[in-house]
């Protein structure tokens, strides 16, 4: 679905992403694990087209999206869930998820009654202005959005952080319902606890270079990630 081949990314004169190498397949929960300032956020905003100085290939089902604006990105298919979650505070929860399905050029299966059936918690809060909710609540919304453009790959920045174990455990049915229907996923999160009960593949990510690689399996078997990466 997407690959990322040596990508390098800068800010200003800031080296911040080296020879990236990054697949993320069909169908499947791939996760992008590393702790603060290794560089997540920025291999996410440089697949939606967000960083100006960057080179290497992005492709999206083998069409090259690495020149194209965010916003051709998004209509070829791409949803990101930014770790700031992007909602508009002043509109409803309906509203927010009219609007993200309104601006979206892919139709599909996706419509409000679906984003609903996937989390009731936003049904019930319909009504609630973005602001009001709670960090999970906007976190389920900011999901609710980008599914609501019907794409084919959706890129979510940390979905877990600072949220309350029953949120989190939501959220990890929740993603793995998307999957399920057949949205491949691209996640950020600083540690595996969470990333190895739902993804397939993970890719560790440490100053900028990818670091180790492999199935949920093998990657927690690697001893040097277990220490640092696996931490209770
Ligand atoms: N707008 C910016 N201008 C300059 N440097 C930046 C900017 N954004 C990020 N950086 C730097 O790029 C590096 C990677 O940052 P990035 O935000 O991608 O990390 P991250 O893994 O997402 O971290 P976090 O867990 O804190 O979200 C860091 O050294 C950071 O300081
Ligand atoms: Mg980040």
Known sequence: MLKIKDLNA?????????????EAKENQITALVGRNGMGKTTTLKCIMG????????????????DKKQPYEI????????PDNLGIFPTLTVEEN????????????AWDLEAVYALFPKLEQLKNSKGGHLSGGEKKMLSIGRA?????KLILIDEPTEGLAPLIVQTLAEALKKIKDVGITIL???????????????????????????GTIE??????????????V
């Open 10 to 22: 800068y800010y200003g004169k800031s080296h911040a992403l080296w020879d990236i190498n990054l």
């Open 50 to 65: 967000l960083i100006g100085n960057k080179t290497g290939s992005i492709t999206l089902k083998g069409e090259s999206i």
């Open 74 to 81: 998004a209509k070829f298919g791409v949803s990101y869930v």
């Open 97 to 108: 998820i009219l609007l993200a399905s309104h601006l979206s050029k892919q139709k599909g």
């Open 147 to 151: 599914l609501a453009a019907n794409p």
């Open 187 to 213: 996640m950020t999160d600083q540690n595996i606890n969470f990333v190895k009960h739902i993804a397939d593949y993970a890719y560790i990510i440490e100053e900028g270079r990818i670091k180790h690689k």
């Open 218 to 231: 093998e990657i927690k078997k690697s001893p040097e990630v277990v220490l640092k990466y696996l931490s």
